[in-house]
């Protein structure tokens, strides 16, 4: 909470410092915008980085850095015994000072020791608050202070203002390029030590999925079987029949609202039907384990099949519907980026209208719709609450839409669910499993660019 008062206070002294930098680079000006080389609103941003920018940095250098620092003093503290304790210990009894420094639990019930370092703890907080309280606000007048000192008429503030932009960006860029390869990196690790307990082979080749393995060298029972094969199986199952619900829906849905639809029903109907991209997946678990799956059921003991009481076939078609917003979006901005000229062209030609969308519009937005159905496909493939609650857990190897299956996505959850050991295989799996997941969908991401960039086309 006082971290967000800071915050808003120093973005009222950059609203205010922007303000002031406009009216000093009009003063010095003499009120003649063209003399000045920039605009007097860039001599606004440029007092309003220079008090802002500095004063974030630190606020930041100082939540990266502080509770470390704490931690050390209040240890330092501490008597010797307690000091010397392992680490796991140590790290108990700090946390037993904070609740205790924090008012979580009673100080009756604590040492005096422990009663003294929260006291301790509380006082070094307190300093350490009042301190970057009155630094960030220093160096925030210092820093408009400065700006102002240095506008003048022929000073370039645009440039300055436009290279502090295209550094956040960068920074940005960089942030989230390093988070993609932190992400992938820490799975490839843990898949790695998977794959020194079991074969590359077994795994990518099995036909059984069953990871209980023993617990205790004397345990009888669980070696534990690695065949993802079931698992790849399921997640195929239910995905095709996902994209068979999805596609020719949602993409004769964008057909009509762009092509057909008059302007209102246009209106009315887009964002009604983007209304189901923002239902929650578990919404859609629940509609689909309570309504889908019996009704599907009814039905196929109706025609004398045997329906599982959780069928791939009641997840796929949920999650079809579910997918329908993303290939109709993207269809219908695909299709509405083509011009107006080729349609007018090939209604000179004498074309129908029907003709025309089927010989020219979709020709022409066919990269921008194959790049949205593959999107879509590593949307269903990453597809989990669905599955666990409509399709079940039960690793079978079936091409029956009838049957109950699992996903890759669904094993990930289970098997990391609880309290884990990460030195064995079944937990190690989940790693695996999601770094076979990673690469299926980056390899979708990349056919999709690959068929927007070679079959893209461009009209003038």
């Known amino acids: 909470m006082q971290i967000f008062a800071l915050l808003c206070i120093l973005a009222v002294m950059a609203i205010a410092s922007f303000y002031l930098g406009r009216q000093r680079a009009l003063a010095v000006s003499g009120g003649n915008i063209p003399a000045l ?20 940095c630190i606020v930041v250098f100082w939540l990266f850095f502080e509770s470390s620092i704490v931690t050390k003093i209040v240890v330092s503290g501490l008597p010797d015994a307690a000091a010397a304790l392992p680490k796991p210990q140590l ?8 609740n205790l420094a924090q008012k979580n639990t009673a100080a009756e019930q ?7 370092a929260a006291q301790h703890y509380s006082r070094i907080k307190t300093i350490s608050g009042m301190t970057l309280f009155v630094l960030t606000i220093t160096l925030g007048i210092g820093g408009a202070v400065f700006a102002r000192s240095r506008i003048h008429v022929h000073q370039r503030a645009r440039n300055k203002v436009e290279g502090t932009i295209l550094v956040f960006l960068i920074v940005c ?16 690790f843990e898949a790695i030590r998977f794959f020194q307990m079991v074969p590359v082979t077994d795994f990518l080749l099995g036909l059984e999925w069953s990871p209980q393995t023993a617990i205790r060298p004397d345990q009888v029972g669980s070696s534990g079987a690695f065949g993802a094969v079931p698992l790849f199986s399921g997640t195929m199952l239910v995905s095709v029949i996902a994209m068979t619900v999805a596609v020719p829906v949602g993409l004769m849905t964008a057909i009509y609202l762009s092509e057909y639809a008059s302007p209102s029903v246009r209106a009315r109907s887009k964002p009604l039907l983007e209304i189901l991209a923002g239902i929650p997946t578990v919404v859609y678990g629940f509609f689909a384990a309570l309504t889908v799956a019996p009704l599907i059921r009814g039905w196929g003991e109706s025609l004398g099949l045997s329906v599982s009481s959780e069928s791939a076939l009641a997840a796929g ?19 509405n980026a083509v011009p107006q000229s080729l349609r007018d062209g090939a209604y000179a030609l004498g074309a ?32 989990t609450m669905i599955v666990v609650m409509a399709a079940g857990l039960a690793a079978n190897l079936t091409a029956n839409p009838l049957e109950s299956v699992t996903t890759v996505t669904v094993q990930i959850v289970t098997l990391l669910v609880g309290d884990q050991e ?7 799996a989940a790693f695996a499993l999601g770094m076979v997941l990673f690469a299926v969908t980056l390899a979708l991401n990349v056919i999709a660019l690959y068929i927007v960039r070679k079959y893209r086309e461009r009209y003038e």
């Not at 790290?91 to 904070?98: A, G, K, Q, R, T």
């Not at 604590?110 to 003294?116: D, F, G, L, R, V």
């Open 37 to 56: 080389n920039s605009l007097p609103g860039y001599y606004g941003y440029y007092m309003a980085f220079w008090c802002a920018l500095p004063a974030l």
């Open 91 to 98: 790290d108990l009894v700090l946390n037993e000072i904070v």
């Open 110 to 116: 604590a040492s005096p020791e422990i009663a003294a």
């Open 173 to 188: 860029s960089t942030i989230a390029i390093f988070t993609t390869l932190g992400i992938v990196l820490s799975v490839l």
């Open 317 to 335: 078609i949920v999650m079809g519907i579910m997918i329908i917003p993303f290939v109709s979006s993207l269809s219908d901005d695909a299709i």
């Open 352 to 383: 129908t209208q029907s003709e025309t969308i089927k010989k020219v519009i979709i020709p022409a937005a066919l990269p921008g719709i194959v790049g949205g159905i593959l999107l879509a496909v590593s949307r269903a493939i990453g597809e």
């Open 422 to 428: 990460f030195d064995s295989p079944k937990t190690l």
